[in-house]
């Protein structure tokens, strides 16, 4: 635990010991008394039955939830590059010198900050087909991951390049370095070295978002749960499948996460890399 | 407009179903993130230990997955609940795991000072958080707290993949009634917009209020 935290408390005495060890000891309880309530639901509805688990023997099973998982894989690296090259886009908008450039960049970014990334999806998959748009299922969730993302990654970008000192762009100009320059060479190596952290928890965000388009019906790990779950001759196993697909995700995005933490880490203790205050990304959709 | 006047008493039904949902989840989210906080930043290690483990599973889960256990599974398991309440039970858990963050955040911004004093006043852990740390915490907490339920107003559209009982499923009642999907849907995106903005002009009016140089 880090400094601040251990400022709340004294070195406890032994009355204090005690009282937190018996406070640890309340709290395992509980957490062993709910896990216990869990288990014994799980077996009551015969969850854990050899019978709910037979699926996970055959091969077809196998390679739907193989296929869920490289769509979901395909949506998440196809809306990551994306929604990366969008965000590098609207921020050098919003850090453009043209007025007109940098309202529509705002505005785009505001905008699609603002709408909720399902009614997005919903848009592109349900809306646009009444004006005699059709936009697949993997289209629409692509389209809607990069545009919010996007907008999201954009103020990450700007922020970055906006906390690189003043005097490295001052230099550069002193070079002789034009805009466009001054900004290749100077300002965004620097900026996305700092930024990569808050890159990453991004794209976790994005992943943990491409499970959104289990509800417009993309066939994505969920609906494959989904599928397989109410499929009668297996059994219904719909708890056991859910079970299975929620490992599954939680390990990618702990995987990610952990990326994040360790390039957080890195940069850190590389003193050539200017550290900006790590910004809290409580953005999540 | 006739999707949205013919429509009127159906759509702001559903956005004042949205607005519950939003309520009940926000105040549910703030006090068990507020515990979760206290929880990681206390002398017991079990409990430090709890704190952080549910803010780790919960922050690497999508919001869909957790929804999905509540709308398909929860009732298999347990005993029936109504939708709305499984929404909101779902949806609160999944945000205080970062409304957690965002005060523990908050708790590290008051200066060290500040406990020790109440420490050397002779005041224990609970009374040096809740007297002292957290008030002045609440602060800094302010703006990014608002971003935490701004991004909860919007996640409740993702109840409504589960259910219609709530604005996402707007264009749905239209489409019934042979409507233009892309126009309700439109008009949703626009109420959530309207619902958004006075969050976020809070927001940075709390920001600018609030901020002092410490």
Do not use: H
């Amino acid at each position: 635990m880090s400094a601040p935290t251990a400022v709340l408390f004294d070195v406890p005495g032994p009355r204090a010991k005690a009282r937190n060890t018996a406070a640890g000891v309340v709290t395992l309880l509980v957490v062993a008394a709910l896990v216990a309530v869990i288990i014994w639901r799980l077996a009551a509805t015969g969850q854990l039955d050899a019978r709910a688990w037979e699926w996970i023997l055959y091969e077809n099973v196998q390679l739907a939830l193989l296929d869920g998982l490289v769509n979901t894989l395909r949506a998440f690296a196809s809306g990551a590059v994306l929604a990366l090259l969008l965000g590098a886009l609207l921020a050098l908008g919003r850090l453009s010198d043209q007025k007109w450039l940098r309202s529509v960049s705002t505005w785009v970014v505001e905008l699609f900050r603002a709408v909720p990334l399902v009614v997005l999806m919903f848009l592109f998959y349900y809306g646009m087909p009444s004006i005699g748009i059709t936009v697949s299922t993997y289209a629409a969730v692509v389209l809607g991951l990069m545009l919010y993302n996007g907008a999201v990654l954009a103020e990450v970008f700007r922020a970055g390049v906006l906390a690189v000192p003043r005097g490295q762009s001052e230099a550069a100009y002193a070079l002789g370095l034009r805009k466009s320059g001054v900004m290749r060479f100077v300002l965004l190596p620097q900026a996305v070295r700092s930024m990569l952290p808050a890159i990453v928890s991004q794209l976790v965000v994005l992943l943990k978002d491409s499970a959104l388009g289990f509800l417009i019906t993309y066939p994505e790990l969920l609906f494959q749960a989904q599928f397989l779950g109410s499929n009668a001759t297996l059994g219904s196993p719909l708890i056991p499948v859910a079970m299975v697909v929620a490992v599954i995700y939680i390990t990618l995005c702990l995987l990610l996460s952990a990326l994040a933490t360790w390039l957080e880490r890195r940069t850190r203790r590389n003193p050539a890399v200017l550290t900006v205050a790590p910004t809290e990304r409580p953005d999540d959709a | 407009m006739d999707v949205l006047f013919g429509n009127l008493s159906e759509f702001l039904t559903r956005f004042g179903g949205t607005i519950g949902l939003f309520v009940l989840s926000a105040i549910a989210s703030l006090i068990l993130g507020v515990v979760l906080a206290a929880m990681r930043v206390s002398p017991v290690p079990a409990m430090r230990a709890v704190g952080t483990g549910y803010v780790t599973l919960l922050r690497n889960t999508p919001l869909t997955l957790v929804l999905f256990f509540f709308a398909l599974g929860f009732t298999k398991l347990f005993f029936y609940l109504p939708f709305f309440l499984l929404a909101v039970i779902g949806l609160s858990l999944y945000t205080a795991a970062f409304v957690c963050e965002v005060v523990r955040g908050g708790i590290s911004t008051v200066s060290a000072g500040q406990a020790e004093a109440a420490r050397a006043l002779g005041l224990g852990f609970t009374q040096t958080l809740s007297l002292i740390v957290l008030p002045q915490a609440v602060r800094s907490v302010m703006p990014p707290l608002t971003s935490v339920q701004i991004a909860l107003l919007k996640n409740t559209t993702v109840a409504a993949g589960f259910s219609v009982f709530e604005a996402g499923g707007f264009y749905r009642a239209v489409n019934e009634q042979g409507g233009s999907t892309l126009v309700a849907l439109l008009w949703v995106a626009l109420g959530f917009i309207i619902l958004v903005i006075p969050l976020t002009v809070l927001q940075r009016r709390l920001e600018k209020r609030w901020s002092v140089a410490r």
